[in-house]
Nanobody, 123 residues
Framework: QVQLVESGGGLVQAGGSLRLSCAAS????????MGWFRQAPGKEREFVAL????????DYTTSVKGRFTISRDNAENTMYLQMNSLKPEDTAVYYC????????????????WGQGTQVTVSS
């Protein structure tokens, strides 16, 4: 089992940047495919980005392509989400998630979740 803790959220103006971190503890981090998801008030949790166990496969939801960058440092047991050119519609609670298998776009396929970090983008 792996424990996940997000950090780095906050309030930022439109066009600004934030870097989210997801620190993992417990089992071998490199054994887990990881993903970022977000949930806005009144909406379902949605996929944002994913990264394979060794980082050689990455994908994003269309709305964040070219603005967000997912990465991981297996030596530091940490995953990141660099968010640039933020928009008000990016406002949500952002969650990191892990699964001891290949990557997936579906939140239901991830058994391990962090507590979430709030990102608020003002217009």
């Amino acid at each position: 089992q792996v424990q996940l803790v997000e950090s780095g959220g906050g309030l930022v103006q439109a066009g600004g940047s934030l870097r989210l971190s997801c620190a993992a503890s417990g089992r071998t981090f490199s054994a887990y495919a990881m993903g970022w998801f977000r949930q806005a008030p009144g909406k379902e949790r949605e996929f944002v980005a994913l990264i394979s166990r060794n980082g050689d496969y990455i994908d994003y939801t269309t709305s964040v392509k070219g603005r967000f960058t997912i990465s991981r440092d297996n030596a530091e047991n940490t995953m990141y989400l660099q968010m640039n050119s933020l928009k008000p519609e990016d406002t949500a609670v952002y969650y990191c998630a892990g699964r001891n298998s290949v990557t997936s776009f579906q939140a239901s396929q991830y058994p391990y979740w962090g507590q979430g970090t709030q990102v608020t983008v003002s217009s």
